[in-house]
Protein backbone atom coordinates (compact mmCIF):
# COMPACT_ATOMS: atom_id res chain seq x y z
CA UNK A 1 0.00 0.00 0.00
CA UNK A 2 0.99 3.59 -0.58
CA UNK A 3 -0.01 6.38 1.99
CA UNK A 4 0.98 9.73 0.81
CA UNK A 5 0.21 13.05 3.02
CA UNK A 6 -1.12 16.07 0.80
CA UNK A 7 0.00 18.77 3.32
CA UNK A 8 -1.69 21.65 0.64
CA UNK A 9 -0.88 25.12 1.97
CA UNK A 10 0.06 24.47 4.78
CA UNK A 11 3.83 24.27 7.01
CA UNK A 12 6.32 27.42 7.32
CA UNK A 13 10.06 25.90 6.43
CA UNK A 14 10.67 25.85 10.06
CA UNK A 15 7.09 24.03 10.70
CA UNK A 16 8.58 20.80 8.47
CA UNK A 17 11.31 20.69 10.36
CA UNK A 18 9.47 20.42 13.42
CA UNK A 19 7.12 18.06 12.13
CA UNK A 20 9.18 15.47 9.93
CA UNK A 21 11.71 15.66 13.12
CA UNK A 22 8.55 13.83 14.54
CA UNK A 23 7.88 11.87 12.17
CA UNK A 24 11.22 10.35 11.03
CA UNK A 25 11.62 7.73 13.77
CA UNK A 26 8.09 7.01 14.27
CA UNK A 27 7.42 5.49 10.28
CA UNK A 28 10.98 3.82 10.44
CA UNK A 29 9.67 0.60 10.38
CA UNK A 30 6.16 1.51 8.04
CA UNK A 31 5.12 -1.37 5.99
CA UNK A 32 3.30 1.04 3.42
CA UNK A 33 5.00 3.20 1.22
CA UNK A 34 5.10 6.79 3.23
CA UNK A 35 4.98 9.57 0.91
CA UNK A 36 4.72 13.30 1.88
CA UNK A 37 3.51 15.55 -0.67
CA UNK A 38 4.52 19.43 0.59
CA UNK A 39 4.39 22.67 -1.06
CA UNK A 40 7.01 23.97 -3.35
CA UNK A 41 8.99 26.15 0.35
CA UNK A 42 9.65 23.11 1.38
CA UNK A 43 10.51 20.56 -1.18
CA UNK A 44 14.13 21.15 0.37
CA UNK A 45 13.72 21.46 4.15
CA UNK A 46 11.80 18.03 3.79
CA UNK A 47 14.55 16.19 1.53
CA UNK A 48 17.03 17.30 4.08
CA UNK A 49 14.62 16.32 7.20
CA UNK A 50 13.86 12.57 4.97
CA UNK A 51 17.38 12.19 3.77
CA UNK A 52 18.25 8.26 4.46
CA UNK A 53 14.98 7.49 5.75
CA UNK A 54 12.12 5.47 4.45
CA UNK A 55 9.88 8.78 3.39
CA UNK A 56 9.87 9.86 -0.03
CA UNK A 57 9.28 12.96 -1.11
CA UNK A 58 6.33 14.44 -3.50
CA UNK A 59 4.97 17.72 -4.74
CA UNK A 60 1.66 19.54 -5.62
CA UNK A 61 2.09 19.96 -8.72
CA UNK A 62 4.21 20.07 -11.85
CA UNK A 63 3.96 22.20 -15.16
CA UNK A 64 4.20 20.04 -18.28
CA UNK A 65 6.38 23.02 -20.18
CA UNK A 66 10.09 22.43 -20.18
CA UNK A 67 10.85 26.27 -18.74
CA UNK A 68 9.21 29.31 -19.94
CA UNK A 69 6.74 32.26 -19.45
CA UNK A 70 4.38 30.51 -16.88
CA UNK A 71 4.70 32.45 -13.90
CA UNK A 72 4.24 31.03 -10.76
CA UNK A 73 4.28 27.31 -12.30
CA UNK A 74 7.28 24.80 -11.34
CA UNK A 75 9.03 22.32 -13.77
CA UNK A 76 9.98 18.65 -13.48
CA UNK A 77 13.36 19.58 -13.67
CA UNK A 78 13.09 21.88 -10.81
CA UNK A 79 11.29 19.59 -8.58
CA UNK A 80 13.82 16.55 -9.91
CA UNK A 81 16.60 18.44 -8.48
CA UNK A 82 15.05 18.86 -5.51
CA UNK A 83 14.73 15.04 -4.73
CA UNK A 84 11.27 15.20 -5.88
CA UNK A 85 9.63 11.30 -6.47
CA UNK A 86 6.05 11.55 -6.60
CA UNK A 87 3.59 14.46 -7.83
CA UNK A 88 0.33 14.98 -7.03
CA UNK A 89 -1.52 15.97 -10.57
CA UNK A 90 -5.15 17.07 -10.63
CA UNK A 91 -5.87 17.47 -7.68
CA UNK A 92 -9.74 18.66 -6.93
CA UNK A 93 -8.98 21.98 -5.35
CA UNK A 94 -6.54 22.70 -8.59
CA UNK A 95 -9.62 21.08 -11.26
CA UNK A 96 -12.08 23.89 -8.92
CA UNK A 97 -10.26 26.94 -8.35
CA UNK A 98 -7.15 27.22 -10.46
CA UNK A 99 -8.94 26.05 -14.05
CA UNK A 100 -7.11 22.45 -14.50
CA UNK A 101 -8.86 20.61 -17.08
CA UNK A 102 -8.56 16.80 -17.56
CA UNK A 103 -6.23 18.10 -20.81
CA UNK A 104 -3.71 20.19 -18.14
CA UNK A 105 -3.64 16.72 -16.31
CA UNK A 106 -2.99 14.96 -19.13
CA UNK A 107 -0.05 17.07 -20.07
CA UNK A 108 1.30 16.95 -16.55
CA UNK A 109 1.04 13.39 -16.58
CA UNK A 110 2.95 13.26 -19.86
CA UNK A 111 5.69 15.43 -19.01
CA UNK A 112 5.86 13.89 -15.07
CA UNK A 113 6.56 10.37 -16.73
CA UNK A 114 8.76 11.71 -19.43
CA UNK A 115 10.78 13.05 -16.66
CA UNK A 116 11.10 10.17 -14.00
CA UNK A 117 8.56 11.80 -11.61
CA UNK A 118 5.83 9.28 -10.27
CA UNK A 119 2.57 10.96 -10.84
CA UNK A 120 -0.42 10.51 -8.23
CA UNK A 121 -3.53 11.35 -10.20
CA UNK A 122 -6.52 12.50 -8.38
CA UNK A 123 -9.48 11.66 -9.87
CA UNK A 124 -13.16 11.79 -8.53
CA UNK A 125 -16.82 13.27 -8.70
CA UNK A 126 -18.90 16.03 -7.24
CA UNK A 127 -21.85 15.75 -5.27
CA UNK A 128 -24.03 16.79 -8.10
CA UNK A 129 -22.59 14.97 -10.48
CA UNK A 130 -23.00 11.89 -7.73
CA UNK A 131 -26.63 12.76 -6.86
CA UNK A 132 -26.99 13.21 -11.16
CA UNK A 133 -26.17 9.47 -11.65
CA UNK A 134 -22.60 10.47 -13.23
CA UNK A 135 -20.12 8.53 -11.09
CA UNK A 136 -19.36 5.98 -13.70
CA UNK A 137 -19.10 8.61 -16.40
CA UNK A 138 -17.21 11.12 -14.53
CA UNK A 139 -14.55 8.84 -13.67
CA UNK A 140 -14.22 6.91 -16.87
CA UNK A 141 -13.77 10.26 -18.51
CA UNK A 142 -10.84 11.71 -15.89
CA UNK A 143 -8.91 8.40 -15.81
CA UNK A 144 -9.18 7.87 -19.75
CA UNK A 145 -8.13 11.75 -20.64
CA UNK A 146 -5.71 11.58 -18.09
CA UNK A 147 -3.53 8.35 -19.22
CA UNK A 148 -4.01 9.43 -23.20
CA UNK A 149 -0.55 8.37 -24.69
CA UNK A 150 0.56 6.32 -21.11
CA UNK A 151 2.47 3.48 -22.53
CA UNK A 152 1.52 0.09 -20.91
CA UNK A 153 5.11 0.31 -19.29
CA UNK A 154 4.64 3.26 -18.24
CA UNK A 155 1.60 2.43 -15.62
CA UNK A 156 3.78 0.94 -12.59
CA UNK A 157 4.84 4.27 -12.49
CA UNK A 158 1.25 5.85 -11.66
CA UNK A 159 -0.91 6.01 -8.63
CA UNK A 160 -4.62 6.68 -8.83
CA UNK A 161 -6.17 8.68 -6.07
CA UNK A 162 -10.14 8.44 -5.89
CA UNK A 163 -11.31 11.49 -4.32
CA UNK A 164 -14.78 12.14 -4.58
CA UNK A 165 -15.17 16.14 -4.14
CA UNK A 166 -18.08 15.95 -1.99
CA UNK A 167 -15.17 14.10 0.60
CA UNK A 168 -12.67 16.36 1.33
CA UNK A 169 -12.29 18.64 4.08
CA UNK A 170 -16.03 18.07 4.59
CA UNK A 171 -15.71 14.98 7.26
CA UNK A 172 -18.17 13.15 4.83
CA UNK A 173 -15.95 10.00 4.34
CA UNK A 174 -17.10 7.27 1.63
CA UNK A 175 -17.83 4.25 2.73
CA UNK A 176 -15.94 1.75 2.60
CA UNK A 177 -18.11 -0.80 -0.26
CA UNK A 178 -18.76 2.45 -2.01
CA UNK A 179 -15.22 3.81 -2.20
CA UNK A 180 -14.95 0.12 -3.12
CA UNK A 181 -16.98 -0.32 -6.08
CA UNK A 182 -16.17 3.02 -7.20
CA UNK A 183 -12.25 2.28 -7.37
CA UNK A 184 -13.61 -0.95 -9.26
CA UNK A 185 -14.97 1.49 -11.89
CA UNK A 186 -11.54 3.20 -12.31
CA UNK A 187 -9.58 -0.27 -12.23
CA UNK A 188 -12.12 -1.70 -15.05
CA UNK A 189 -11.39 1.37 -17.03
CA UNK A 190 -7.39 1.09 -17.04
CA UNK A 191 -8.23 -2.96 -18.13
CA UNK A 192 -10.26 -1.95 -21.09
CA UNK A 193 -7.69 0.61 -21.97
CA UNK A 194 -4.48 -1.79 -21.33
CA UNK A 195 -5.12 -4.33 -19.73
CA UNK A 196 -6.83 -6.64 -16.60
CA UNK A 197 -3.43 -7.77 -15.56
CA UNK A 198 -2.06 -4.19 -15.67
CA UNK A 199 -5.05 -2.85 -14.08
CA UNK A 200 -4.79 -5.57 -10.90
CA UNK A 201 -1.03 -5.39 -10.72
CA UNK A 202 0.42 -1.89 -12.01
CA UNK A 203 -1.35 0.64 -10.69
CA UNK A 204 -2.01 1.79 -7.42
CA UNK A 205 -5.44 3.17 -6.71
CA UNK A 206 -6.31 4.86 -3.22
CA UNK A 207 -9.03 6.76 -1.54
CA UNK A 208 -8.96 9.98 -0.18
CA UNK A 209 -11.47 12.13 1.33
CA UNK A 210 -11.82 12.75 5.06
CA UNK A 211 -10.75 9.34 6.68
CA UNK A 212 -11.58 9.29 10.08
CA UNK A 213 -10.53 7.12 12.45
CA UNK A 214 -13.56 5.01 12.52
CA UNK A 215 -13.63 4.20 8.51
CA UNK A 216 -10.09 4.10 7.89
CA UNK A 217 -9.46 0.80 8.81
CA UNK A 218 -12.29 -0.71 6.41
CA UNK A 219 -11.60 1.20 4.02
CA UNK A 220 -8.11 0.13 3.89
CA UNK A 221 -8.64 -3.60 4.34
CA UNK A 222 -10.84 -3.38 0.82
CA UNK A 223 -9.66 -5.41 -1.78
CA UNK A 224 -9.80 -2.30 -4.33
CA UNK A 225 -8.06 -0.09 -2.11
CA UNK A 226 -4.26 0.12 -2.01
CA UNK A 227 -3.83 2.96 0.05
CA UNK A 228 -4.88 6.32 0.83
CA UNK A 229 -3.94 10.45 0.02
CA UNK A 230 -4.82 12.18 3.35
CA UNK A 231 -5.16 15.62 3.77
CA UNK A 232 -4.94 18.98 6.00
CA UNK A 233 -7.52 18.66 7.58
CA UNK A 234 -5.95 17.35 11.02
CA UNK A 235 -3.62 20.98 10.83
CA UNK A 236 -6.53 23.49 10.60
CA UNK A 237 -6.58 24.29 14.32
CA UNK A 238 -4.02 24.82 16.97
CA UNK A 239 -6.10 23.00 19.52
CA UNK A 240 -6.31 20.17 17.42
CA UNK A 241 -2.14 19.68 16.77
CA UNK A 242 -1.65 20.20 21.02
CA UNK A 243 -4.28 17.30 21.27
CA UNK A 244 -2.77 15.56 19.03
CA UNK A 245 1.38 16.61 20.22
CA UNK A 246 -0.06 15.25 23.36
CA UNK A 247 -1.77 11.89 22.33
CA UNK A 248 2.06 11.11 20.08
CA UNK A 249 4.21 11.85 22.94
CA UNK A 250 1.78 8.49 24.62
CA UNK A 251 2.30 6.66 21.47
CA UNK A 252 6.15 6.99 20.87
CA UNK A 253 6.49 5.02 23.76
CA UNK A 254 4.72 2.03 22.51
CA UNK A 255 5.66 -0.74 20.56
CA UNK A 256 5.42 -1.40 16.79
CA UNK A 257 1.74 -1.96 15.89
CA UNK A 258 -0.70 -0.85 13.78
CA UNK A 259 -0.14 2.76 11.80
CA UNK A 260 -1.85 5.64 11.75
CA UNK A 261 -1.76 9.19 10.62
CA UNK A 262 -1.81 12.22 13.43
CA UNK A 263 -1.15 15.38 12.26
CA UNK A 264 -0.09 14.31 8.95
CA UNK A 265 2.62 12.04 10.38
CA UNK A 266 2.16 8.44 9.93
CA UNK A 267 2.51 7.20 13.63
CA UNK A 268 2.59 3.45 14.49
CA UNK A 269 0.69 2.16 17.46
CA UNK A 270 -1.59 -0.45 19.29
CA UNK A 271 -5.04 -1.04 18.04
CA UNK A 272 -5.84 -1.26 21.90
CA UNK A 273 -4.75 1.93 22.59
CA UNK A 274 -6.02 3.54 20.05
CA UNK A 275 -9.06 4.44 21.75
CA UNK A 276 -7.44 5.69 24.89
CA UNK A 277 -5.36 7.74 23.14
CA UNK A 278 -7.49 9.44 20.21
CA UNK A 279 -10.31 12.27 20.27
CA UNK A 280 -12.91 12.48 17.92
CA UNK A 281 -11.21 15.54 16.33
CA UNK A 282 -8.19 13.79 15.26
CA UNK A 283 -7.60 12.72 11.62
CA UNK A 284 -6.42 9.13 12.17
CA UNK A 285 -6.22 6.32 9.75
CA UNK A 286 -5.91 3.15 10.55
CA UNK A 287 -3.73 0.93 7.53
C1 LIG B 1 -6.89 15.70 0.00
O1 LIG B 1 -6.79 16.92 -0.04
O2 LIG B 1 -6.32 15.00 -0.84
C2 LIG B 1 -7.73 15.11 1.04
C3 LIG B 1 -8.03 13.84 0.98
O3 LIG B 1 -8.15 15.96 2.02
P1 LIG B 1 -8.85 15.59 3.41
O4 LIG B 1 -8.17 14.35 3.94
O5 LIG B 1 -8.58 16.78 4.24
O6 LIG B 1 -10.28 15.36 3.11
Not at 110 to 129: D, N
Not at 175 to 189: E, F, K, L, S, V
Not at 260 to 284: G, M, P, R, Y
Request: aromatic fraction near 6%; charge should be neutral; include cysteine.
Amino acid sequence: PIIAGNWKMNNTKAQTYALLNDLVPLVADAEAEVVICVPYTSIWAAGEAIKGTNIHLGAENVHWAEKGAFTGEISADMLLEQGVEYVIIGHSERRQYFGETDETVNKRVLTALAKGLKPIICVGETLEEREGGKVEEVLVRQTTEALKGVDKDQLDKIVIAYEPVWAIGTGKTATAQDANDTIAIIRNTIAKLYCPKCAEEKVRIQYGGSLNPKKAKELMSMPQIDGGLIGGASLKAEDQVQRLKSCKIKIKALRKGRFFICNSKLIIIKEDDLKNHLTDTASVYII
